[in-house]
């Protein structure tokens, strides 16, 4: 504690007294990642996402896309869920105008807790429930140059939650890249949004992006009140706020202030698939240091996230959570061959047991981790890297008294390690053959352990949810061999991807469909979360994109994914919203074709999900049913009035006016336009 | 059944075409991404920066790279910070004055790495083997996709290194 005492006390003490003033003119600086005149350089994107260290796309030891910033721009979205819902392997659950999950590799439900999200490295998910509130993300479409997308585990490198893939979402950087834009967008379901970012700089000393966004539009109409209560719909809107400020503190030391406030309101569902109009407010703030120092580029930081999320259905439940990161790391290249990455991280992650406030659940967590990347010949790299986490968990206050637990039964630490493993071949300069090995470790999250407590009357019986402090981490191991294929004599490219992934002690959510203790003359029945059985998926991903003649360009892509249960013996996993097997859909395609010439543009997208099951509730209890496959065509046409100002009209679904994609709200047709001045 | 025979027919073109065209050198792109990498420099240059294109006039091909290297650079290329004009000159003429040597094919590389390391000055080639001997710092090369290795031993002798990113990106020997 005491090293990140005086961290922090460095860190704000440079920030408040100005350690700004100390900065040379020298052309020497400590670098933050200048991903823009790196993929200049490569002529292909950089990423530090795969293992910490910055690397070119196309050799890192982990599968991964990357979305461009022109990607984003030619998407004609106005959220990261669709432009993600174009790759291999995402499988996008849309839940309203203003709610969507995003599965990696299957796996998907509402409020899924096995992806990782961030910002600049940054974790931006609802650590409460390890879920991601994609409308209350504090980022405008604008200002990102790119979106990695890992798939599978990381969680070597990035911990908890990096089970199913990482997403990084990469803004640009105010020291390198001067954006400048304001959007103005209006559409169908009554749609509305502005978007404002501006770049400010103060010399080499300080440069500052500051961004605001503003939307706002009617729900999808509700079809079958008997499944979702009016009343537990409203209009989405959102607004955010973000500054980013890098200050270059002496030739070799940078410092980074990232501010970043978000609220939204949007009707969703939750992990046991009943709708509720939510509330979201986040507000984050993380300093960090660079230092480019003959022992490596030293690197501290520490940020703050709160969240407060009131389900406006369920009267008083109100989740507040408050997670404090605080990070040291030194990555060198320590020789021509080999790159060493060390590092530690401490985590502390609370949030109130509601709807009793009697107590708050916490947990700390400690984190050293190693990673050595190694050129063992011209043709063959190896990467290994490995954490070990250790959580010490706890709980402060009283129990509601329908909860049989006690505070001892949170004294409990869980220990975990994660790895991944990379061998990268080159065989020739076309072909590239990659085999890799991940284990990521999935933690109960905090409403699981015990930071949701509720007593809950359906028409005929009552019920009483619990947490559980016992719960165990899920274990992803996924085993996979990628081949990626250049074909320069036709400006195109191509990958197939192979995986075998395991789960253990996959994790399944309370319905009165499993109850863990029955009714007495003095107790209601008691349901929690608990560990529902083992899990195998196989899967296998191809994609191919290029550019053709006369400013077209095109991309396919095509996933299979298998997922088969292994239940424990006398579980039902339907009762535990775990049946992954008959929910995760087994083919997903996309086709993108576009065309560029002169002042205008014009791009469309195909996309293919096979039939899946979902499940209905009846009276509190979940049952499966069919959701027949679908088709979605998407379009975007623009034109540029002036080189800084672009008219654009887009469109959702231009194929159908109401497609069923869960058991939730039909999805509809969305149409766009907007207008875009950039300077 | 004739349509999957054109569809045939197009995808067995597509595969030889990928094997009749191999890749060629690209010296327009190599002097443009050398002028980007020495952005990397630590104190490296910036704004206008004079390029010494050391050639041979007895080898055609070293003018030929020569005189194409000069077409691309032209009154001033324009590469991120920089703005790169370029200056031939024999072996023989290496002077000060400019910021980095480019040397083309065919020369001695011997010869010419050592009057570069004489002048403290970076040492940059298409051709790796200037660099896997220690004549040149850096090698750049675009085609089929972008290949920089340097000679870390020839960056100390001359007293410049690269920043760690960049380290990380590249191959070193």
């Not at chain 1, 003033?21 to 996402?49: C, H, K, R, W």
């Not at chain 1, 209350?136 to 140059?145: D, F, G, K, N």
């Not at chain 1, 061999?481 to 036709?490: E, K, M, N, T």
């Amino acid at each position: 504690m005491k090293m990140l005492t005086r961290l922090l006390a460095t860190l704000s003490g440079c920030a408040m007294a100005g350690c700004a003033v100390m900065a040379g003119a020298s052309a020497s600086f400590a670098q933050s990642i200048d991903y823009g005149s790196l993929e200049q350089l490569f002529n292909e994107p950089v990423t530090t996402s795969a293992t910490g260290s910055p690397q070119r796309a196309a050799s890192a030891p982990v599968p991964m896309d990357i979305i461009t910033a022109a990607d984003i721009k030619r998407s004609g979205a106005v959220d990261i869920p669709t432009i993600l819902g174009r790759l291999a392997g995402i499988n996008v659950l849309t839940w309203g105008a203003g709610s969507s999950d995003v599965g990696v590799r299957g796996y998907d439900q509402a409020k899924s807790p096995r992806l990782l999200v961030l910002i600049n490295g940054r974790q931006v998910y609802t650590d409460s429930y390890g879920y991601t509130d994609w409308a209350a993300l504090p980022v405008r479409l604008e200002e990102i140059r790119q979106i990695e997308v890992v798939k599978g585990p990381n969680s070597a490198l990035f911990g908890f939650n990096a089970v199913s893939g990482v997403i990084n979402i990469v803004t640009f950087n105010p020291k390198y890249d001067n954006v400048n834009s304001a959007d103005v967008t209006t559409g169908t379901q009554a749609y509305a949004g502005i978007d404002l970012v501006k770049t400010f700089k103060l010399g080499d000393l300080l440069s500052s992006r500051v961004s605001l966004g503003a939307s706002r539009s009617n729900e999808f109409k509700n079809t079958d009140d008997s499944q979702i209560l009016p009343s537990s719909l409203q209009s989405p809107k959102t607004l955010s706020a973000s500054l980013d400020s890098i200050a270059q503190l002496t030739p070799q030391l940078q410092a980074r202030l990232e501010v970043s406030w978000s609220n939204d309101n949007n009707s969703t569902a939750l992990p046991n698939n009943i709708y509720t109009a939510l509330g979201n407010y986040t507000g984050s703030q993380r300093l960090s240091l660079l230092d480019e120092s003959p022992i490596g580029l030293l690197e501290g930081s520490v940020y703050q996230n709160e969240s407060y999320t009131k389900f406006v259905d369920f009267g008083d439940i109100d989740w507040k959570n408050k997670v404090l990161v605080a990070k040291v790391q030194d990555l060198l290249k320590v020789d021509p061959r080999n790159t060493i990455r060390i590092a530690m991280e401490y985590r502390h992650n609370e949030m109130n047991s509601d709807p009793i406030n009697t107590g708050s659940v916490f947990y700390d967590v400690y984190s050293p981790s190693v990673m050595l990347t190694s050129t063992l010949t011209s043709k063959l790299s190896a990467t290994v890297a490995a954490r070990y986490d250790q959580l010490k968990l706890g709980f402060d206050g009283s129990f509601p008294s329908y909860v049989q637990l006690t505070t001892s039964e949170y004294n409990r630490t869980i220990g975990a390690f994660s790895a991944n493993a990379g061998l990268v071949y080159t065989a020739t300069d076309d072909d590239t053959f990659r085999l890799s090995y991940a284990r990521g470790v999935q933690s109960p999250t905090l409403a699981e352990l015990g930071g949701f407590h509720a007593a809950i009357q359906e028409p005929y019986f009552a019920v009483d949810i619990t947490g559980n402090p016992s719960i165990e981490p899920s274990i992803v191991t996924n085993y996979e061999v990628d081949w990626d294929r250049a074909l320069p004599a036709v400006a195109a490219k191509a990958y197939v991807r192979l995986y075998y992934q395991t789960t253990t002690a996959v994790k399944g959510i309370p319905s009165e469909l499993g109850l863990n203790l029955y009714p007495t003359a003095t107790q209601e029945p008691l349901i929690w979360f608990q560990n529902v059985g083992n899990s195998d998926m196989t899967g296998l991903e191809t994609a191919a994109s290029g550019v053709l003649p006369k400013g077209w360009r095109w991309n396919a892509n095509y996933t299979y994914t298998n997922v088969q249960n292994e239940p424990q013996a006398g579980v039902n996993l339907i009762g535990h919203f775990a049946d992954y097997g008959a929910t995760t859909p087994k083919n997903m395609a996309n086709l993108g074709l576009g065309w560029s010439g002169g002042k205008w543009s014009a791009d469309g997208w195909l996309h293919y999900t096979s039939a899946y099951q979902d499940y209905p509730i009846t009276y509190g209890l979940p049952s499966l049913a069919k959701i027949d496959a679908y088709t979605n065509l998407d379009g975007r046409v623009a034109y540029e009035l002036t080189k800084q100002l672009t008219f654009a009209i887009s469109g959702q679904q231009l194929n159908s006016a109401r497609i069923v994609e869960t058991v939730g709200l039909p999805v509809e047709r969305r149409i766009f336009a907007s207008l875009s001045a950039n300077w | 059944m004739k349509f999957r025979a054109r569809w045939a027919w197009i995808i067995f073109s597509l595969i030889l075409a990928q094997l009749a065209f191999p890749a060629y050198a690209d010296t327009a792109k190599d002097i443009q991404v050398a002028g980007r990498a020495l952005t990397f420099l630590e104190n490296g240059p910036s704004g206008h920066v004079v390029i010494g294109v050391v050639f041979d006039p007895s080898k055609s091909a070293s003018v030929a790279q020569k005189d194409a290297v000069m077409a691309a650079l032209g009154s001033g290329l324009d590469v991120g910070s920089l703005t790169l004009t370029g200056k031939p000159m024999e072996v023989g003429a290496i002077s000060g004055g400019v910021a980095a040597l480019y040397l083309t094919d065919g020369l001695n590389f011997a010869a010419a790495g050592a009057a570069g390391k004489a002048h403290k000055l970076i040492t940059i080639s298409a051709d790796s083997a200037c660099v896997n001997s220690g004549a040149c710092v850096m090698s750049v090369t675009t085609t089929p996709k972008v290949e920089i290795k340097v000679n870390r031993a020839a960056a100390a002798g001359i007293g410049v290194s690269f920043k760690s990113a960049f380290r990380m990106l590249i191959t070193e020997i």
